[in-house]
């Protein structure tokens, strides 16, 4: 199983998810580039111009271990780079797990992605100008879950972390990405986990990935906010063994 992290965040966002899984399958955790204690030497503005760029490091890493067979679980904008690399390398992939994922943050036309354009570019200046003052201000309405403050204090922490120059590279990068043409690309069989009262990516942004990735399933999570692997890791957990429980009873009866 390889878990990739989102925006702001590292490797230790999974350390409530990966323990579930230890027992039965090789786990794979990394940071991207700029992030945790990855080497921001490493950066490469052109190559990380689109999501292409983190797709290829993805690949990388399963290429450098020779990984098959691979369950790639991303959350927020890892999802769409794990999509990225389905498509590019499908042989590797047997499944995808996709929390929080958005093909698109911008509204457009029929499209709710959640966010007006002058939104997105009011969040990149504000980010652009006080890296730390967007972090506290951002990590709380991200988290969700008032009532548990712990929990936005550890997201702004990681936030404040990540290299700033590369955060607003990132930041950029992602919420002007647009990846609704790559979903009808994906062959490999996909969770979709929506969180409730997502600001970040809302119901409707995870019932058109649904809609348009093929043969998809999708789970309505009680958990509130962007990042369950942290407020609801037990509801998480379940949600990927029932899901791995049932691909493998398809997988079984098929044969």
């Not at 490493?42 to 689109?50: E, I, P, V």
Request: one cysteine or more; proline letters at 5%; glycine letters at 6%.
């Amino acid at each position: 199983m390889l878990f990739a992290h989102g925006f702001g965040c590292d490797q230790n966002m999974w350390r409530f998810i990966t323990p579930a899984f230890e027992d039965r399958y090789k786990i794979i955790l990394f940071d991207h580039v700029g992030h945790g204690h990855s080497d921001a030497a490493a950066f490469d503005q052109r190559k990380y111009s689109s999501l292409d760029g983190y797709a290829d490091d993805v690949l990388t890493i399963c290429q450098e271990l020779n990984l098959t067979n691979v369950i790639f679980v991303g959350h927020s904008v890892s999802a769409m780079i794990g999509v990225l690399a389905a498509i590019r390398e499908p042989e590797r992939f047997e499944r995808l797990v996709l929390i929080g994922p958005s093909p698109r943050y911008i509204d457009d036309g029929d499209y709710v992605g959640g966010f007006k354009q002058e939104d997105i570019e009011s969040l990149l200046n504000s980010l652009d100008s006080n890296h730390l003052g967007w972090s506290s201000t951002m990590a709380p309405a991200i988290m969700g879950n008032p009532a548990r403050p712990e929990l936005a204090e550890e997201l702004t922490n990681s936030f404040c972390r990540t290299n700033p120059e590369i955060a607003k590279h990132f930041a950029r990068v992602t919420f002007l990405s647009d990846n609704r043409a790559d979903l009808p690309k994906v062959r490999t069989k996909t969770l979709i986990l929506q969180c409730s009262q997502d600001v970040i990516a809302p119901e409707a942004v995870g019932r058109y990935v649904h809609q348009n990735l093929p043969g998809s399933e999708f789970v309505l999570m009680k958990a509130t906010g962007h990042c369950p692997n942290l407020s609801a890791p037990e509801e998480t957990i379940a949600a990927i063994e029932a899901f791995l429980r049932s691909s493998a009873l398809n997988k079984s009866a098929a044969e």
